[in-house]
């Protein structure tokens, strides 16, 4: 959604990212605003954890509210049930003192409504007035500005269901879908089980990374089933091998390898995730904590 606005998902910081420019930057003072999830999404053993403790200031949410306390004079607006955290954002406003929605903003919060109800569908159960007022609201503000926001809503909920679509992608745009960097080893999120991941046309362009990763989602009779796939990248240094080495150690993740990939120049790897409630919210902070090992070692 963010590629359709122009926006580039490059451009964008990860609560990780951001935590670590605030640590690096002492003396700076900073707050948080959870929206969609009212405490912070990370295990304890997270080494984020302690950097958010006493920062939330303010609270948007639609799921049960488990009472993280907010500072005096921060907002706390849990609206259960309501279809889409963005309908609260565009009722409420995301920032206390106003905050101006550009038509970019307003197209967004509009379509992630779309997306979150199902376009307002009444058989998921999920909608509720509130989603329909803001969504007419966006929608009558936006005037004809709004018009490419049916063919967007299709778009996004093709990335995130339609298995057919991702099978129709070419490799450089099934990485690129949903790609997010840790320590220098890239990781994709893909609708496709490893198998599906093919070259086509030639050799995946892997760049200079130590280590592509491809975290593989199928539903097998309407259950979620992951696989990976490792690629060592071109980094140098033989980083990448040991970064794989330390994934495949990892019990959480339970990697069991089920086929290797001899076409992608002998160096693709794939298995079965045995754990697979392991996202790459999990993922990531592992690669990071294994990559700085390697390197104090
Ligand atoms: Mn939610």
């Not at 303010?58 to 921060?74: A, K, R, S, T, W």
């Not at 706390?76 to 309501?82: A, L």
């Not at 550009?102 to 992630?112: A, E, I, N, R, S």
Request: proline share 4%; with cysteine.
């Amino acid at each position: 959604m963010f590629r359709e606005v122009g926006i580039s998902p490059q451009a964008l910081l990860g609560v990780d990212d951001m935590l670590d420019f605030v640590s690096s930057n002492p003396g700076l003072d900073y707050t948080l605003t959870l929206v969609d999830h009212n405490v912070p999404d990370l295990p304890t053993s997270h080494p984020s954890t302690p950097r958010l403790t006493g920062r939330v200031a303010n609270i948007l949410d639609h799921h049960v509210d488990e009472g993280l306390q907010v500072p005096d004079g921060g907002r706390r607006v849990v609206r259960v049930p309501c279809g889409s955290t963005c309908t609260i954002v565009h009722s409420e406003g995301l920032l206390s003192g106003g905050f101006h929605w550009d038509v970019v903003g307003m197209k967004m919060l509009g379509t992630t409504i779309k997306v979150d109800t199902g376009d307002l569908s009444t058989s998921m159960g999920k909608t509720t007035p509130s989603d329909v007022l803001s969504l007419q609201t966006i929608m009558k503000e936006l005037g004809d500005e709004g018009d490419d926001m049916g063919g967007m809503y299709k778009r996004v909920v093709d990335a995130k269901f339609n298995v057919d679509f991702w099978r129709g992608l070419d490799i450089t745009e099934v990485k690129d879908m949903d790609f997010k960097t840790f320590s220098n080893v890239g990781v994709a999120s893909v609708l496709l089980g490893a198998g599906d991941v093919k070259v086509k046309g030639g050799e995946l362009g892997v760049g200079d990374g130590d280590l592509l990763v491809f975290m593989c989602m199928k539903i097998v009779e309407g259950k979620p089933e992951r696989e990976i796939i490792l690629v060592e990248g071109l980094g140098g240094g033989g980083l990448g091998e040991k970064v794989r080495e330390g994934l495949e150690r990892d019990e959480e993740l339970g990697l069991e390898e089920v086929e290797k990939y001899e076409r992608w120049g002998g160096k693709a790897r794939a298995y079965k995730q045995r754990n697979e409630k392991a996202s790459r919210k999990i993922l990531g902070p592992k690669i990071n904590e294994i990559v700085k090992g390697i390197k104090e070692d």
